[in-house]
């Protein structure tokens, strides 16, 4: 069994990428990879293309990175998909961008592309002409009296777009099919080209609700790839802001989730203590979503002692508070009745697609980036990562609370060791940018998980290529997984302990 610091060796070396190693191999070196990610002994972390090539990042004893390419004649390359599952919508969707036709996928409707683009392929080196709308074909069951069920893109509430088509025999779901894409902003697209404060913003807009999350990850990605250092105050505030995003995120699921149940109370209690989070973000860093607040080079602004004031007094009342409202929801019958054995993840999968965040760690894979990559200054700070194995909707819903805990304790830490100096640092082009093109890359824990950024800075300091991936990638498609076997109704509860996003996914 290779390793994968040993594959990527086989390959040619791409010197200017950082911080893990990037290696360009032959189809017999990729299909090599391929056999580890279906014997389960390595992860996929992401697929994405480029005109005439393709790309893998994969993750080894989650601990180890490695990137490896291949170059795709006549935009061909063996497909992963067909042997290893997780790859399949990432294939599809660089079908539907690049135009790369990857052999022997199973799969080979279109994802992304509804036929309303205008052109096909637009990020093709030459875009082909407008490809034609079509009905989409959905996925078959048979057997005595089944019958589907239609539900969205459009929904009955203020959500994201997404169509969810259920087989079902009585009100026992024997399939659900997603179709997604509704909602796709062209974030690649816009980001060729453009310079690097340029493309930040357009980073912290791929999902609204992660905008530290990508902001952070854009930013660690551009400074490994110009040789960018921190200075030490900002890696401390962006952890900071990183915790509030988790805490608020957290505090509206867990409500979310029991309204879903029809238990309103915990939804408007959970709702309280979400308003007070994102009142504390603006009171300290001038934004309720912090959006915008980290940049390459450190962050916009600094934290005075009203904000400090602010995020403690927020700390003391959450931990007030939150106790009663989880012994509430511990307690509360009519409500474990809903959450218990509901939607259930089997460990299995969740170890096959290396699903993040709580879905993952709901169902046994013990897997965090802040602890597994130790990137700064996690690697100084006091936590644990919850992991249960039940995988069920009251498994993700305490995966939550633990979590809420976690980061409670961490910005209590961060508050009490924040050290002095400055808060941003110049990013320029690199002193060796006449050498060519330079690329970085970061893996961050944002709530739902892993978000992935992989771009590529140009002579002239502009982004000539830029990749983010969704923790929802590898999370929708369990979805469709722990929903069989359920009721219909128990839909919108799984769902929403799901939590996928739409925009993060859709690009």
């Not at 199973?106 to 002409?129: F, K, M, N, V």
């Not at 404060?197 to 952070?216: F, N, W």
Request: with cysteine; proline share 5%; hydrophobic share 45%.
């Amino acid at each position: 069994m290779p390793a994968l610091s040993d594959l990527v060796e086989t390959g040619r070396p791409v010197e200017r990428h950082a911080p893990w190693r990037r290696a360009k191999v032959a189809p017999k070196v990729w299909n090599l990879a391929v056999e580890q990610l279906a014997a389960g002994r390595w992860s996929l972390l992401g697929l994405w293309g480029e005109p005439e090539r393709v790309h893998m990042a994969l993750l080894e004893e989650e601990r180890n990175v490695g990137v490896i390419s291949l170059d795709c004649r006549g935009g061909r390359y063996p497909s992963v998909g067909q042997y290893h599952p997780p790859a399949l919508r990432l294939e599809r969707a660089a079908a539907d961008l690049f135009g790369l036709a990857p052999q022997g996928l199973p799969d080979t409707r279109r994802w992304l592309d509804h036929g309303q683009w205008g052109i096909s392929h637009p990020l093709a080196a030459q875009p082909g002409e407008r490809s034609a709308a079509s009905s989409y074909r959905f996925l078959t069951a048979e057997g005595e009296s089944l019958h589907q069920i239609a539900v969205g893109p459009v929904h009955a509430g203020i959500i994201e777009p997404g169509h969810f088509r259920f087989t079902a025999s009585g009100e026992t779901v024997v399939r659900l099919e997603e179709r997604l894409g509704y909602v796709h902003k062209g974030i690649e697209g816009l980001m060729a080209g453009a310079p690097i404060d340029r493309a930040a913003k357009l980073a912290g807009r791929t999902s609204g609700d992660s905008t530290v999350a990508y902001s952070l990850a854009f930013a660690r990605a551009v400074e490994a790839a110009l040789g960018v250092a921190v200075p030490p105050r900002a890696v401390w505030l962006r952890a900071l802001m990183a915790e509030l995003e988790r805490l608020a995120n957290h505090l509206g699921d867990i409500g979310a989730i029991c309204n879903d149940a029809a238990f309103a109370l915990m939804h408007a209690h959970c709702g309280v203590l979400r308003e007070r989070v994102l009142r504390a973000a603006d009171a300290a860093f001038g934004h309720r979503l912090m959006r915008d607040r980290i940049v390459p080079g450190g962050v916009t602004g600094d934290l005075n002692e009203a904000g400090t004031s602010a995020i403690r007094s927020l700390v003391a009342e959450i931990r007030q508070r939150f106790p009663h409202l989880v012994e509430l929801y511990d307690n509360t019958a009519s409500l474990q009745d809903r959450t218990v054995t509901t939607g259930r993840l089997k460990v299995e999968l969740a170890r096959q697609y290396a699903a993040g965040g709580y879905v993952g760690r709901a169902s046994g894979r013990d897997f965090d980036a802040r602890r597994n990559l130790a990137y700064a200054p996690y690697d100084q700070l006091a936590f644990d990562v919850p992991v249960l194995q039940e995988g069920d909707v009251n498994a993700r819903v305490w995966i939550r609370v633990r979590e809420v805990e976690q980061s409670l304790s961490l910005v209590e830490q961060i508050l009490g060791r924040l050290p002095a100096g400055p808060t941003r640092a110049e990013v320029a082009a690199a002193d060796d940018a006449a050498g060519g093109p330079r690329e970085g890359m970061a893996l961050v824990e944002g709530f739902r998980g892993d978000i992935l950024a992989w771009l590529r800075i140009g002579e002239d300091n502009t982004i000539e290529r830029c990749h983010l991936r969704d923790p929802s990638w590898f999370q929708w498609p369990l979805l469709e997984a722990a929903i069989e076997g359920n009721i219909v109704a128990d839909f919108p509860i799984c769902n929403k302990s799901f939590n996928c996003s739409y925009s993060g996914h859709d690009l």
